[in-house]
């Protein structure tokens, strides 16, 4: 049952029924070698994870939709696709926009003295005017300065971009955890949902980092795409 709720999961999340519509129960027992207890049980899993409804006498269908991006265009270090969310496909719930001092965490992670004065922004991403994450950075002056006024418009990125504020290295930390109350409020989702959780870090030309963002991405709303090669020797 695992394997083939594994298996439908990744199906249902890449995109591999465009029309929405999922294969009758039969379909997957033929296609799979499941016996019915072992589909039922596999999609009520994905049904529980919030991807996937089932309406009696209609079917099952994706009720889930998404969004896609390579792990380099989510650093911010090379251009986006056309198609890319990063592409000015969002825009943000701006939630805070203030100069607050560092809390002792934040500037152990950032190199500076606590109680450094920092922008913080807060802010959801809405993709399709869906909320996909929740997204809290510190930011150190001098950047800060630019980015305290700049219109936020578009996705982080872009705004850096037109605030004129130049990066080098882009680092990520994933994680994982489950929304709580106010997550949950937040991101539009039932208390107990996936989240990715994840910390980056931005550096500016010199290697300094002046940026620490704590990020809670909706697990079934977001998926990051990698590929590796070889280098030839």
Request: net charge negative; hydrophobic share 40%; glycine share 8%.
């Amino acid at each position: 049952m695992r394997r083939l709720r594994d298996m439908l999961r990744g199906a249902v999340q890449g995109g591999h029924y465009p029309d929405g519509q999922l294969p009758s129960e039969a379909e997957l027992m033929a296609s799979h070698q499941a016996s019915r207890a072992t589909v039922r049980e596999a999609l009520a899993l994905l049904r529980a994870e919030g991807l996937i409804e089932r309406t009696q006498g209609i079917g099952t269908h994706v009720v889930a939709n998404p969004v896609k991006t390579s792990l380099p265009e989510a650093h911010g270090i090379i251009k986006p696709a056309r198609d890319s969310m990063f592409n000015q496909r969002m825009r943000p719930r701006e939630l805070d926009r203030s100069v607050v001092p560092a809390p002792t965490t934040v500037a152990e992670r950032l190199g500076v003295a606590p109680g450094t004065p920092c922008l913080r922004l807060e802010y959801v991403a809405l993709h399709n005017e869906e909320p996909v994450a929740v997204a809290t950075n510190y930011v150190l002056f001098p950047e800060a300065g630019k980015l305290r006024d700049t219109p936020f418009v578009s996705d982080w990125y872009r705004l850096l971009d037109d605030a004129g504020v130049p990066l080098s290295d882009s680092e990520f930390v994933f994680d994982c955890e489950l929304a709580d109350a106010p997550l949950a409020s937040v991101l539009g989702v039932r208390e107990g949902s996936p989240l990715i959780s994840m910390e980056q870090i931005i550096y500016d030309l010199a290697g300094r980092p002046f940026d620490l963002a704590f990020i809670h991405t909706c697990g079934e709303r977001f998926r990051f795409v990698s590929r590796g090669h070889e280098e030839l020797r």
